[in-house]
T-cell receptor, first 110, second 113 residues
Framework: SQQGEEDPQALSIQEGENATMNCSYKTSINNLQWYRQNSGRGLVHLILIRSNEREKHSGRLRVTLDTSKKSSSLLITASRAADTASYFCATGEYGNKLVFGAGTILRVKS | EAGVAQSPRYKIIEKRQSVAFWCNPISGHATLYWYQQILGQGPKLLIQFQNNGVVDDSQLPKDRFSAERLKGVDSTLKIQPAKLEDSAVYLC???????????FGQGTRLTVV
């Protein structure tokens, strides 16, 4: 079963705009990760945030985690056409389990 | 370092036939996962290995799917007999341990006709 649920399911923005994707989950987690998947390719890890962290940055990416609300958000600033992809959150659960959500499809128009 | 290797990249079979997928994880990675990704959905965990032992196979349809990781290195996933609904991309991933990122292979796209 899917653990994380991403919102929105699809997002279309202009190049240069910011893109925000949200993820909600149900159980206790050890960490939460975000991955990107280009069409027809494998998943690529973007960023990991631990359960005792509230915010993390990596280049144009900003991730927040609210364990009290069981939610996370991924912000991509100054988006580029190359950011067009599907984005998935994955909850790192105890026992080293890694469970993915349904994903957000991001389209950046140039 | 070399990434996660999967083969074949594509496979087309008829329903009721059998098929096998192979995965070679990154050297030294103790944890190995097999995921099924149906078009338009997120990856669904089928089975998780820790070295050569099964940690979680709760979502593996055991009447038709089997997987093994002999010697705790590479792994095979088998479907026998295949059904139309098994058409999906089968992804293999590995990670060194808890709290680390997972590395994915390119996947095997299976089409059952």
């Amino acid at each position: 079963s899917q653990q994380g649920e991403e919102d929105p399911q699809a997002l279309s923005i202009q190049e240069g705009e910011n893109a925000t994707m949200n993820c909600s989950y149900k159980t206790s987690i050890n960490n939460l990760q975000w991955y990107r998947q280009n069409s027809g390719r494998g998943l690529v890890h973007l960023i990991l945030i631990r359960s005792n962290e509230r915010e993390k940055h990596s280049g144009r990416l900003r991730v927040t985690l609210d364990t009290s609300k069981k939610s996370s958000s991924l912000l991509i600033t100054a988006s580029r056409a190359a950011d067009t992809a599907s984005y998935f959150c994955a909850t790192g659960e105890y026992g080293n389990k890694l469970v993915f959500g349904a994903g957000t499809i991001l389209r950046v128009k140039s | 370092e070399a990434g996660v290797a999967q083969s074949p990249r594509y496979k087309i079979i008829e329903k009721r036939q059998s098929v096998a997928f192979w995965c070679n994880p990154i050297s030294g990675h103790a944890t190995l996962y097999w995921y099924q990704q149906i078009l338009g959905q997120g990856p669904k965990l089928l089975i998780q290995f820790q070295n050569n032992g099964v940690v979680d196979d709760s979502q593996l349809p055991k009447d038709r799917f089997s997987a093994e990781r002999l010697k705790g290195v590479d792994s095979t996933l088998k479907i026998q007999p295949a059904k139309l609904e098994d058409s999906a991309v089968y992804l293999c991933a590995s990670r060194p341990g808890p709290g680390t990122e997972a590395f994915f292979g390119q996947g095997t796209r299976l089409t059952v006709v």
